[in-house]
């Protein structure tokens, strides 16, 4: 799935749909202080939106660019682990100086098997309506969000690689309502309850910034919104094997720290109240050698076989109902036998009934 529009050249089409839409300004917050911001200067636009523009904190003043059709929030400064992570995503992963049809490797996470498996397995969870808002954090070079803005959903896409995101617009299917975002996603700020979905398929490297990363997306998320994301397991396995839980792609490569459901259930659990954990890809050896028509029944047996689908190399969450913070001085329904009572009690005694205000 999928692979049809990954193979798409990334050359300039004129149906390539690169401007900001305007719509999709007040999804965006300020890096400083989650300011709204607006438009406060047009440089190159027409009516399907923005290249070229000038964004303004209402709060703050600070001032962010839109270059061709990407908005630019990145931070100054970023962690070295992302420093170098977003080196490599741009020179290797979403190399475009040269830029050709792209060729599936073999084997790993852009292969046609692992396509073929984990894509149908999120956007099942996702269930994007046409009238959905999606924000997708990590959105690479538009794997799934190519797939996702065919459904007719708005979608804000974020990538701290400008290739990638450069890429994307080439992916996309003609009439896409796709804003790109030049972002660290573990120093974003977006709109409180804005977005009916979010998805994030990035591994992330440390607990800090994946419970950040909920943070983010709880906040942004409406009460009935739903997030999906993707996370590499500490499967089977690696524990057999006594693999460690933190690793690199490969030498000098990108960090990554394998996780257990547990774990992420743990993580989790503090931003979203309903929290649904399970192995996807599970790793069968010499599959990739079998025909597609006997290794795919194959690879869907396994995945679902009580113990073996522990073998699964990701992990799939789906978070349901964003946990919001209590608000200052905000009443609950209580009970209303209790407070009949309490009420009749001080009428009785001539006084108001004072639901807590008093002084300590
Ligand atoms: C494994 S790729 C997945 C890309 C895409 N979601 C897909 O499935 O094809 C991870 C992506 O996360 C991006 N990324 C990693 N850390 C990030 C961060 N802190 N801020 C923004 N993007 C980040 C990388 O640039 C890369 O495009
Ligand atoms: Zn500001």
């Given at each position: 799935?999928?692979?049809?529009?990954?193979?798409?050249?990334?050359?300039?089409?004129?149906?390539?749909?690169?401007?900001?839409?305007?719509?999709?300004?007040?999804?965006?917050?300020?890096?400083?202080?989650?300011?709204?911001?607006?438009?406060?200067?047009?440089?190159?636009?027409?009516?399907?939106?923005?290249?070229?523009?000038?964004?303004?904190?209402?709060?703050?003043?600070?001032?962010?660019?839109?270059?061709?059709?990407?908005?630019?929030?990145?931070?100054?400064?970023?962690?070295?682990?992302?420093?170098?992570?977003?080196?490599?995503?741009?020179?290797?992963?979403?190399?475009?100086?040269?830029?050709?049809?792209?060729?599936p490797p073999a084997e790993g996470?852009r292969s046609l098997l692992s396509d073929?498996?984990?894509?149908?397995?999120?956007?099942?969870?996702?269930?994007?309506?046409?009238?959905?808002?999606?924000?997708?954090?990590?959105?690479?070079?538009?794997?799934?969000?190519?797939?996702?803005?065919?459904?007719?959903?708005?979608?804000?896409?974020?990538?701290?690689?400008?290739?990638?995101?450069?890429?994307?617009?080439?992916?996309?299917?003609?009439?896409?309502?796709?804003?790109?975002?030049?972002?660290?996603?573990?120093?974003?700020?977006?709109?409180?309850?804005?977005?009916?979905?979010?998805?994030?398929?990035?591994?992330?490297?440390?607990?800090?910034?994946?419970?950040?990363?909920?943070?983010?997306?709880?906040?942004?998320?409406?009460?009935?919104?739903?997030?999906?994301?993707?996370?590499?397991?500490?499967?089977?396995?690696?524990?057999?094997?006594?693999?460690?839980?933190?690793?690199?792609?490969?030498?000098?490569?990108?960090?990554?720290?394998?996780?257990?459901?547990?774990?992420?259930?743990?993580?989790?659990?503090?931003?979203?109240?309903?929290?649904?954990?399970?192995?996807?890809?599970?790793?069968?050896?010499?599959?990739?050698?079998?025909?597609?028509?006997?290794?795919?029944?194959?690879?869907?047996?396994?995945?679902?076989?009580?113990?073996?689908?522990?073998?699964?190399?990701?992990?799939?969450?789906?978070?349901?109902?964003?946990?919001?913070?209590?608000?200052?001085?905000?009443?609950?329904?209580?009970?209303?036998?209790?407070?009949?009572?309490?009420?009749?009690?001080?009428?009785?005694?001539?006084?108001?009934?004072?639901?807590?205000?008093?002084?300590?």
């Amino acid at each position: 799935m999928g692979d049809q529009k990954r193979h798409a050249p990334p050359t300039i089409s004129p149906l390539m749909v690169n401007q900001f839409p305007r719509d999709m300004v007040p999804l965006l917050r300020c890096n400083i202080d989650s300011g709204e911001l607006a438009l406060a200067e047009e440089v190159r636009s027409d009516a399907g939106g923005v290249w070229d523009a000038v964004l303004r904190c209402r709060t703050c003043g600070a001032e962010f660019r839109i270059e061709d059709g990407i908005v630019c929030l990145l931070p100054d400064r970023l962690t070295p682990e992302d420093q170098h992570e977003m080196s490599i995503r741009d020179t290797i992963d979403y190399d475009c100086t040269n830029p050709s049809s792209f060729v599936p490797p073999a084997e790993g996470w852009r292969s046609l098997l692992s396509d073929r498996l984990e894509v149908p397995e999120h956007l099942d969870e996702l269930e994007t309506l046409p009238t959905s808002t999606v924000v997708e954090l990590a959105c690479g070079d538009g794997r799934f969000t190519s797939l996702i803005a065919k459904t007719g959903a708005r979608i804000l896409a974020v990538d701290f690689s400008i290739n990638a995101l450069r890429l994307l617009a080439c992916r996309l299917p003609g009439g896409a309502k796709v804003g790109r975002v030049h972002a660290d996603i573990n120093q974003l700020h977006l709109a409180s309850g804005a977005f009916d979905r979010a998805l994030t398929l990035t591994p992330l490297d440390s607990r800090d910034e994946r419970m950040n990363m909920y943070r983010t997306i709880a906040h942004a998320l409406k009460d009935d919104g739903r997030y999906v994301g993707s996370f590499e397991h500490d499967d089977l396995n690696r524990r057999l094997l006594g693999l460690p839980l933190m690793r690199r792609y490969s030498k000098d490569g990108i960090l990554i720290e394998h996780l257990t459901t547990k774990r992420m259930r743990l993580e989790a659990a503090p931003y979203f109240s309903k929290l649904c954990v399970r192995p996807i890809r599970p790793r069968v050896p010499f599959v990739a050698k079998l025909p597609p028509g006997l290794a795919f029944p194959l690879l869907r047996l396994v995945a679902a076989l009580p113990f073996v689908r522990h073998f699964g190399e990701l992990l799939l969450l789906t978070a349901q109902d964003p946990v919001r913070l209590p608000v200052e001085g905000q009443h609950r329904s209580g009970n209303r036998i209790a407070r009949g009572a309490y009420r009749s009690y001080m009428h009785k005694k001539n006084k108001k009934a004072s639901w807590g205000e008093e002084s300590v």
